[in-house]
């Protein structure tokens, strides 16, 4: 039983910083891929940010690149999302997500992942 939980969410001034965390356990996911979902209200949940089973290849929407950062560390089994120069419309639900083990390339597309957290609330106020 694979479990993924998110941490680190909370209230932020635009422009400020946050930086959530996510730790994954029961089943070793060190080749899995692993990403960041986001979710506001009213809309689709879409990517944020993803890595590769090896942490040398990330990917990341448009509308978070350069002010976010992806990172895993497979010997914690986590994988964390350093937001910077936070704006109002990054307001949402994250979801830390996994995919199986098998050395998998990062992936923008939420059908490839298997495993996801109960995400964590952020929240950027103006």
């Known amino acids: 039983q694979v479990q993924v939980v998110e941490s680190g969410g909370g209230l932020a001034q635009a422009g400020g910083s946050l930086r959530l965390s996510c730790a994954h356990s029961?089943?070793?996911?060190?080749?899995?891929?692993l990403g960041w979902f986001r979710q506001a209200p009213g809309k689709e949940r879409e990517f944020v940010a993803g890595?590769?089973?090896?942490?040398?290849?990330?990917d990341y929407a448009d509308s978070v690149k350069g002010r976010f950062t992806i990172s895993r560390d497979n010997a914690k089994n986590t994988v964390d999302l350093q937001m910077n120069s936070l704006k109002p419309e990054d307001t949402a639900v994250y979801y830390c997500?996994?995919?199986?083990?098998?050395?998998?390339?990062?992936?923008?597309?939420?059908?490839?992942?298997?495993?996801w957290g109960q995400g964590t609330q952020v929240t950027v106020s103006s």
């Open positions: 890595i590769n089973w090896s942490g040398g290849t990330t």
């Open positions: 029961g089943r070793t996911l060190s080749t899995a891929a």
């Open positions: 997500a996994a995919t199986k083990s098998g050395y998998f390339s990062v992936s923008s597309y939420k059908g490839n992942y298997d495993y």
